[in-house]
């Protein structure tokens, strides 16, 4: 089975604060993806990954950088935390063979002070 | 473009009774099409998915779809509804894009 660990659950952080959100895949995806989850707004795309060291913009990448050094990792990074990125955090990973389905984390959900 | 909309925000059942979630989707092409299951602070499940095969598709815990290109319908349905299946519920279509659609609670009553 695909497994996705997303390595926080639960953060509390200050605005302000620099974030590090982690996820890692066990099935050698190419395509990594990170999703932030709002109340009334659904799954919103922040940015994706289709290669190592390659990124691209979601719809929603203000505010947010992400890093892919190892096809395995792919890390979001709010830069300097503020409250409304208070959220459910979602990342997820997808071959580019197969029948196209997204594996996802448990989440991580994160609360800015 | 595509697009994916569910046309319930939230349904209620009682426990025994069908469940029935409804979603349309629109692609120019014939697209790729799944429901996840999100329990309460937890990440989205596969439950099943629509990649041009067969038409009616069987997902786990009992769920099952049928893919109606005529209504570009993608309707998940479960004869009997249990407690544990009071979740969220997505309709997600890929095609060169992943959309989903804005999700379905479904609550059931004892």
């Known amino acids: 089975d695909v497994k996705v660990t997303q390595s926080s659950r639960y953060l509390v952080k200050r605005t302000g604060e620099k974030v590090f959100l982690e996820c890692v895949q066990d099935?050698?995806?190419?395509?990594m993806f990170w999703y932030r989850q709002d109340p009334g707004l659904g799954l919103r795309l922040i940015y994706f990954s289709y290669d190592v060291k390659m990124k691209e913009k979601g719809d929603i990448p203000e505010g947010y950088s992400v890093s892919r050094e190892k096809k395995e990792r792919f890390s979001l990074i709010l830069e300097s935390a503020s409250t409304n990125q208070t959220s459910m955090y979602l990342c997820?990973?997808?071959?580019?063979?197969?029948?196209?389905?997204?594996?996802f984390g448990e989440g991580s959900r994160l609360t800015v002070l | 473009a595509q697009s994916v909309t569910q046309l319930d925000s939230h349904v209620s059942v009682s426990e025994g009774t069908p469940v029935l979630l409804r979603c349309n989707y629109s692609s120019s092409y014939s697209p790729s099409l799944f429901w996840y299951v999100q329990h309460p602070n937890k990440g989205l499940q596969l439950l099943l998915k629509y990649t041009s095969a067969a038409t009616l598709v069987k997902g786990i815990n009992g769920f099952e779809a049928e893919f109606k290109k005529s209504e570009t319908s993608f309707h998940l349905t479960k004869p009997s509804a249990h407690m544990s299946d009071a979740a969220e519920y997505f309709c997600v279509t890929a095609y060169d894009k992943v959309i989903f659609g804005p999700g379905t609670s479904l609550s059931v009553i004892p």
């Open positions: 997820a990973s997808k071959g580019t063979s197969g029948t196209g389905e997204l594996f």
């Open positions: 099935m050698d995806h190419e395509n």
